[in-house]
């Protein structure tokens, strides 16, 4: 081999950008009228899969819905003779018994299904949406699971946790609504950006550290009541005061391959929207960044992944450091939240003012 090896932990694979969504919180919602619509090709995928020597997780999500996408099952069984972890996170609004068969056949590993709400009625708040589509697929996938005596794919919930979510209290009401659906892990994660001021009333972003403790305590107290009940809920909150960077994404060892076939570091540096296009985070208004490094249509992946640029990018994160485009991006304000409501991520290190980094960030 003439070429240094690709070893990945994640490829993060948008297998379309595709959404049902029309109104609500997502990015696709707040710009819906020049969204771009691509699903990516299978040849393409399977190119990808051949120049990577090693994966570790083939994690199909992104800006839609993977089940868009009609060769989703055969990128999903080709992973996993690829020998990674394959994780497909869906809407469940296209779920059909045919996907069920095919999922639990082909062993993936787990599904996440997102949810912003714990009723119809909130979860509707993303609309184009519907609680009830995931409890449906939920029950196909047990019926399969059950008839093949397999724990496969794991079941889990990925909750989105606003204002108006937390004042309701469904936070308190989380763990026992996931033990009813037999869920075992699930991740709580708060709405950090706005896609328009209009929806920025709902944003769940805490100005210092007091704001922060009292989010944080009733995320540890959901934290424990689901620990009891046999479920591993990982709660993180963006503190909008904190002075720090650590991407949670480890773009160090993986990458995005977009729907349209082009390769970025992560999901938030490549959102299909036409330059210019903005959302707003802790009461700015940021553009979203544009990083692709190439694009499979015309490049090879070793020769992407290997360049100069690339590397010196990988080696940034993998010292903390923000490179251009990164400094100001939500997640990297992401932090921990322990059962007894301490962040893992030295928070308290500034907690008043806004930061200074946010004024140039990226999107997600």
């Not at 240094?4 to 710009?31: M, Q, W």
């Not at 020049?34 to 899969?49: C, G």
Request: charged share 20%; net charge neutral; proline share 6%.
């Amino acid at each position: 081999m003439n070429r240094p090896p690709v070893i990945l932990d994640l490829l993060h694979v948008e297998a379309s950008s595709r959404s049902r969504a029309e109104t609500g919180f997502t990015i696709r919602a707040g710009h819906k009228k020049h969204w771009l619509d691509h699903d990516l090709p299978l040849e393409l995928f399977r190119k990808a899969l051949t120049a990577i020597d090693a994966v570790a997780t083939v994690r199909f999500h992104g800006w839609g819905d993977p089940l868009a996408n009609p060769d989703i099952l055969a990128m999903v069984a080709a992973a996993g003779k690829k020998g990674a972890a394959t994780v497909l996170v869906t809407d469940a609004a296209r779920f059909t018994d045919s996907h069920a068969n095919a999922l639990v056949r082909d062993g993936l590993t787990a599904i996440v299904f997102p949810l912003a709400g714990l009723t119809e009625e909130t979860n509707f708040r993303r609309r184009g949406t519907s609680l009830f589509a995931v409890l449906a697929a939920i029950d196909k996938l047990g019926t399969v699971r059950a008839v093949h005596e397999s724990n496969l794919p794991r079941l889990q919930v990925r909750y989105t946790l606003t204002r108006t979510g937390l004042a309701a209290g469904e936070l308190r009401l989380l763990p026992r609504f996931l033990q009813g659906l037999g869920v075992t892990a699930a991740a709580v994660r708060p709405l950090s950006y706005a896609t328009s001021p209009q929806t920025e009333y709902d944003v769940l972003v805490p100005e210092d550290q007091a704001a922060y403790d009292t989010v944080a305590a009733a995320m540890a107290e959901a934290r424990r009541d689901a620990a009891g009940r046999g479920i591993d809920l990982d709660c993180k909150l963006v503190h909008g005061g904190a002075r720090r960077f650590r991407c949670p994404d480890t773009p160090g060892s993986s990458l995005f391959l977009a729907a349209d076939g082009a390769i970025s570091p992560c999901p938030l540096r490549n959102v299909p929207l036409p330059d210019p296009a903005s959302y707003r985070f802790h009461g700015r208004d940021l553009p979203f960044p544009r990083d692709v490094r190439g694009n499979l249509h015309t490049d090879a992946l070793a020769a992407v992944w290997n360049a100069a640029a690339y590397r010196d990018f990988r080696y940034a994160h993998d010292t903390d450091t923000a490179p251009a485009g990164c400094a100001g991006c939500w997640r990297s304000f992401l932090t921990a939240v322990a059962e007894g409501g301490a962040s893992g991520a030295g928070v308290g290190e500034a907690a008043a003012g806004r930061s200074e980094e946010a004024s140039g960030g990226r999107g997600g």
